[in-house]
């Protein structure tokens, strides 16, 4: 078993610092206005568990453990795939923060110790204490579910509720920073002079957070795909010079777009308003056409907006399938219509500014994973971003962020963004050790990012990238750098599956089977396996061609090839950055 990872020790990148810096102000200001709590003479132990694909869940656990340290507190903040089910029945007051992935999953560092845990043979837990903060985005359908599992779970194994599970939506800061500041005065001590929370170590040595993203300048903007391909990929560079942040390979930048004018204006039109209305936002009065420009998502329509539609348009179809609950139908209904297609298709929806508005989610940042490597490029940061770009419904329809990027900056505009850093999706520390990188489509970003950290490190191990994307004359991106890293012996292998060159689609999986022996001996040398791109479908088939190739390869039973899988994931040796 893994030693838990104490806070004192946790070595926080400079992104990350930033953002606690932000988000500490904030908790340090409602634990002093909270009372009710209980006097702790010793420092008691207080277990916080994390399950996170990207970062966020993690990030809060740390910050829920530098607040309960301010309380007096002895946090332990520890990975869920750092803990089986015995060391998890031997807590007696124990955090859960989660998020929930894929179509209501578990993310990946949580998904074992929630299957030990989920098991008939799990005791009963009537010592623990608990509360649990479940991460997600409602635009899902199971929304938070992990963390609800995981909330209903512990209290069927007669464990204690101390504090009711939060659930948080996308922009889930200050939900987050509430929650802390509730559950933690529940163990901890009041006394005012241990609230006071060194924020040595968390100093933030840049000003540019989460919280308040830096306006960078786009440098480069270039069509890496054929202007004649199916699909329109592009690189990005952006400049960081002079924000002191810095970002390591595997880390994501989250960009937040503007919406297009062209759009604000049709939707502005299709409610029948003016565009100079002046409303309340966040505080401040702005025109509506300024609040739909910068502070509203209306490409995709919010559940509440939907609903209001259907109900002021009468709209049979649509009434049909939100009273009966059919998501399948509003699905498939609500695919390719944008909330401009649901006004124009419903004419009859005229609405005032402030009732517009009041039905709009807030406009989110989009993360993309960062295809250049800090130590290579410490004041850019280059992205590969496939341009959302469809017709429907007769007109045509575009991404807010990567068209925001492709087609609205110019070299005077803020493109505003911050880091998300991915702790376990890093090139290993040894660089003897082999990896083996399977990024097709956009999913070969980060693997950019690794080769050019394993050239700037002169690291001796051996790298295999699968790549593949529709037709190798229009979408081989990056060939000549692909080609030159070969050329000096970077990169080991590379193996190509153009799904489109061909009558039978051929994927990165396949490719992956064909070379099954080999691979399955870097892995018995040692290698790490890195998946980046689709969540849904691609990465769900290469775990499965990885499962039956360390079968047939290592002539395991079904329950030895689990044993493997899982102990490549506990040793970080498994590790995905999918979407
Ligand atoms: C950790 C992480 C890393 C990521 N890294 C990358 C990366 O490196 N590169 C990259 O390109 N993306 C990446 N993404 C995805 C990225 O964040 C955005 O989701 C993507 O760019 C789309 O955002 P958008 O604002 O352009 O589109 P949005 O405005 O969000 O629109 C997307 C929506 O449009 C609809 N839609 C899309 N295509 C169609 C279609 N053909 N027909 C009908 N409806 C359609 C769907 O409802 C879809 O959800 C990453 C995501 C995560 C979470
Ligand atoms: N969850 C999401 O919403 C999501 C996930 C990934 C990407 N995207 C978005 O889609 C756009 C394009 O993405 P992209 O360039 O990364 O990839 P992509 O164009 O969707 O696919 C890249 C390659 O993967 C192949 N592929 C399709 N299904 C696969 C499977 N089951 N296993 C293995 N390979 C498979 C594709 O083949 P064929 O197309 O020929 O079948 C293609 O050759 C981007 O805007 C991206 O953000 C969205
Ligand atoms: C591919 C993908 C799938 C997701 N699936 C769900 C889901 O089913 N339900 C949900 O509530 N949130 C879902 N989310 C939202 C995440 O839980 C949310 O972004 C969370 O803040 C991520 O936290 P993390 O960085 O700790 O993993 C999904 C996000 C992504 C990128």
Redesign the pocket.
């Known amino acids: 078993m893994k030693t838990p990872q104490l806070l004192e020790n946790a070595p926080y990148s400079e992104t990350q610092r930033a953002w606690l810096g932000g988000f500490f102000s904030g908790i340090r200001t409602q634990l002093m206005q909270n009372t009710g709590a209980v006097n702790a003479t010793t420092a008691q132990t207080l277990h916080i568990l994390y399950g996170?694909?990207?970062?966020?869940?993690?990030a809060v656990a740390n910050d829920a453990a530098t607040a309960a340290k301010a309380y007096g507190l002895k946090p332990v903040v520890t990975s869920m795939d750092a803990i089986d089910s015995d060391a998890l029945a031997a807590m007696d007051t124990v955090l859960i923060v989660t998020?929930?992935?894929?179509?209501?999953?578990m993310?990946d560092n949580a998904q074992m110790l929630w299957e030990a845990v989920s098991a008939d043979s799990m005791p009963q837990l009537p010592n623990m204490k608990f509360s649990v903060l479940a991460?997600?985005?409602?635009g899902?359908?199971?929304?938070?579910?992990a963390g609800i599992e995981w909330d209903n779970r512990l209290a069927e194994l007669g464990a204690t509720r101390i504090y009711d599970r939060v659930d948080c939506d996308?922009a889930?800061e200050a939900a987050a920073e509430s929650w802390i500041s509730s559950v933690i005065p529940q163990w901890g001590s009041k006394d005012a002079a241990s609230m006071v929370v060194n924020t040595e170590t968390a100093a933030p040595k840049s000003q540019y957070s989460r919280k308040n993203p830096f306006p960078a300048k786009l440098l480069v903007n270039r069509l890496l795909t054929s202007t004649d391909s199916s699909k329109e990929t592009r690189h990005y560079e952006i400049s960081i010079a002079g924000s002191a942040l810095s970002y390591e390979a595997g880390d994501a930048l989250c960009v937040v777009p503007t919406n297009s004018p062209d759009l604000v204006a049709a939707i502005i039109n299709a409610i029948g308003c003016k565009g100079d209305e002046i409303e309340p936002v966040n505080g401040e009065a702005i025109s509506l056409q300024d609040a739909l420009r910068t502070q509203f998502e209306i490409k995709s329509p919010s559940k509440e907006l939907v609903q209001e539609i259907a109900t002021r348009s009468g709209n049979q179809e649509l009434n049909g399938l939100l009273s009966t609950g059919d998501k399948e139908g509003l699905a498939k209904y609500l695919w390719g219509r944008d909330t401009l297609d649901l006004l124009l298709q419903n004419p009859l929806c005229e609405f005032a500014a402030a009732e517009f508005i009041a039905l709009l989610k807030p406009l989110q940042h989009r993360a993309y994973s960062i295809s250049s490597s800090g130590k290579m490029h410490p004041d850019t940061v280059h992205l590969t971003i496939a341009s959302v770009r469809y017709d429907s419904f007769d007109r045509p329809h575009n991404g807010v962020c990567s068209t925001f990027l492709a087609d609205l900056v110019d070299a005077e505009t803020e493109v505003r963004c911050f880091f998300?850093p991915n702790k376990v999706f890093r090139v290993p520390k040894d660089n003897s050790l082999p990896i083996i990188m399977v990024g097709p489509g956009t999913g070969i970003a980060p693997f950019r990012a690794f080769l050019q950290e394993r050239l700037h490190r002169k690291a001796t191990g051996k790298n295999w990238l699968f790549f593949g994307d529709r037709n190798a004359v229009t979408d081989f991106i990056y060939r000549a750098e692909l080609e030159a890293m070969q050329a000096n012996g970077v990169l080991t292998r590379l193996d190509l599956a153009f799904s489109r060159d061909q009558a039978e689609k051929i994927y990165v999986q396949d490719k992956m089977r064909e070379h099954g022996a080999e691979l399955f001996a870097w892995l018995e040398q040692g290698g790490y396996f890195f998946v980046c791109g689709d969540?849904y479908h691609m990465a769900k088939d290469v775990d499965k061609a990885l499962l039956d190739i360390i079968a047939a390869h290592g002539q395991l039973s079904e329950q030895q090839v689990i044993d493997y899988v899982n102990q490549l994931k506990k040793d970080k040796r498994y590790v995905r950055d999918?979407?």
Do not use: I, M
């Open positions: 996170s694909q990207t970062g966020n869940a993690e998020s929930t992935y894929g179509e209501g999953e993310p991460l997600g985005d409602t899902y359908d199971l929304f938070c579910k996308v889930f998300t969540a999918v979407y």
